[in-house]
């Protein structure tokens, strides 16, 4: 069992950056950040494979949003650049201790933090 916990959400204008952190109580084979906003489904932000060092990102935060990680501190961090009113919505974190081929959907996942609340204002 993997416990995630999320920080770094807040209210910021457009343009600015937010990072967001995540840390999980054990090793994992990748991670993933994840949003949904009011009325929508949950869709996929970014994701990294924790030993390859990989990344993945959506197309509608590519060159705006990095993923990393921080081995010792088992922490990975989503830097939100030059954020836009569309990027409002809950973030949640992700994270599986198993290989996995796929990491753009949320079924890929077996665990998830509590979400953390991003809201952008124009």
């Known amino acids: 069992q993997v416990q995630l916990v999320e920080s770094g959400g807040g209210l910021v204008q457009a343009a600015d950056s937010l990072r967001l952190s995540c840390t999980a109580s054990?090793?994992?084979?990748?991670m993933g950040w994840f949003r949904q906003a009011p009325g929508k489904e949950r869709e996929f932000v970014s994701a990294?494979?924790?030993?390859?060092?990989?990344?993945y990102y959506a197309n509608s935060v590519k060159g705006r949003f990095t993923i990393s990680r921080d081995n010792a501190k088992i922490t990975v961090y989503l830097q939100m650049d030059s954020l836009n009113p569309e990027d409002t919505a809950v973030y949640y974190c992700?994270?599986?201790?198993?290989?996995?081929?796929?990491?753009?959907?949320?079924?890929?996942?077996?665990?998830w933090g509590q979400g953390t609340q991003v809201t952008v204002s124009s």
């Open positions: 054990g090793r994992t084979y990748a």
């Open positions: 990294i494979r924790w030993s390859a060092g990989s990344t």
């Open positions: 992700a994270a599986t201790t198993s290989f996995r081929m796929v990491l753009t959907t949320a079924q890929t996942y077996d665990y």
